[in-house]
C-alpha cells in the first residue's frame, strides 16, 4: 500500500506542530513535507519527529534560501532525513513575462540546486496554477520552466495544473519521467466551500484521483504521494478523510 505524506503548511493555522504530528500518526501516516514556517526551531522540530516516528521526507524551500544559503538548506535536510527539496513559488512580481524569461528561470532554479543534487538529494520544482497559462507570446510557462532546466525534477501538484486550466494526465504524459512526487488534492464542485478557498478534502470533490494514481503509477517513478489542503477549516477532518479515501485508490 502506497505510504502518504502531508504537507504541513496545510496545518499551520491549528498550533502547536507537535500535536499535529501525533494527530497524524494516529490516523496513519508515515511521512510529512516541511515548509518555512516549521524550520525555525530545528531541534524542536527533530525532538517532535522522533516523537512520533514520523520522517520528514520532502521539504519546500523558497529560491532565496536555496541560492544564498545552500549550507543551511543542506544542514537543515540532512537534519531531519530529507531525501528530496521543491522550491515551491515564485512571486507574481518576479514572474517573466516570456518564454525566454521562464527558460531562464529554469536555468536559474536547476543552478540552484546542483550543491542539493551533488549529496544525492532529489531536486525540483513545485507548480501553482500560473505555470499552465499560456503568456502572451503563447508559451506555457511550465515548459519553458522544463527547457531551461532540462535535469530539474517535479513534484506534481495536480489540483494547480486543473486549476491553470490544462489537463492534468497530458502533463503526466508527456513529463512523467520527470516527476517525483505528486501533491494529492482536491477541487470543491463550482460555488461550494468558498470558506476554504474551494478545495476539497481528497475524495470528496472533482478530481478523478482513481485515474489520475493509475497514470502516475504507469508513467512515473513518484514516491512521495503528499496531501495537501491550503485552507481547510478543520485540519484533522481534511487529514482523517483524505488518508481514508485516498487509501482506496
Known amino acids: 500500500m502506497t505510504s502518504f505524506s502531508y504537507q504541513l503548511y ?13 494527530m497524524l500518526k494516529k490516523l496513519g501516516y508515515a511521512q510529512v513535507e516541511g515548509y518555512g514556517g516549521v524550520y525555525g526551531d530545528l531541534p524542536a522540530l527533530k525532538s517532535a519527529l522522533s516523537e512520533t516516528g514520523l520522517v520528514m521526507a520532502s521539504g519546500h524551500f523558497g529560491l532565496d534560501a536555496l541560492e544564498n544559503e545552500p549550507d543551511q538548506v543542506l544542514e537543515l535536510a540532512r537534519t531531519v532525513g530529507m531525501k528530496a527539496v521543491y522550491c515551491p513559488f515564485l512571486m507574481p512580481d518576479q514572474r517573466p ?58 513534484e506534481a501538484d495536480i489540483a494547480w495544473i486543473v486549476r491553470g486550466g490544462a489537463d492534468p494526465l497530458a502533463w503526466i504524459d508527456s ?34 484521483w482513481k485515474a489520475i494514481m493509475d497514470a502516475v503509477r504507469q ?10 489542503h491550503d485552507k481547510p477549516s478543520d485540519h484533522e477532518r481534511f487529514a482523517r478523510r483524505s488518508i481514508e479515501n485516498a487509501s482506496k485508490f
Open 10 to 22: 496545510s496545518s499551520r493555522e491549528f498550533p502547536p506542530l507537535s500535536d499535529t504530528l501525533k
Open 175 to 208: 513529463h512523467g519521467d520527470r516527476i517525483s512526487a505528486v501533491h494529492v488534492k482536491d477541487i470543491a464542485p463550482a460555488g461550494e466551500n468558498a470558506d476554504e478557498d474551494g478545495w476539497a478534502d481528497v475524495g470528496t470533490g472533482t478530481m478523478d
Open 219 to 228: 508513467r512515473t517513478k513518484a514516491q512521495l504521494f503528499i496531501m495537501e
Open 97 to 154: 513575462e516570456d518564454a525566454a524569461g521562464y527558460a531562464r528561470f529554469g536555468e536559474r532554479l536547476q543552478k540552484a540546486g546542483e550543491p542539493l543534487v551533488k549529496t544525492g538529494l532529489t531536486f525540483g520544482w513545485h507548480n501553482h496554477d500560473f505555470e499552465f497559462r499560456a503568456l502572451p507570446d503563447g508559451a506555457i510557462p511550465q515548459a519553458e520552466i522544463f527547457k531551461g532546466g532540462p535535469d530539474l525534477s517535479w
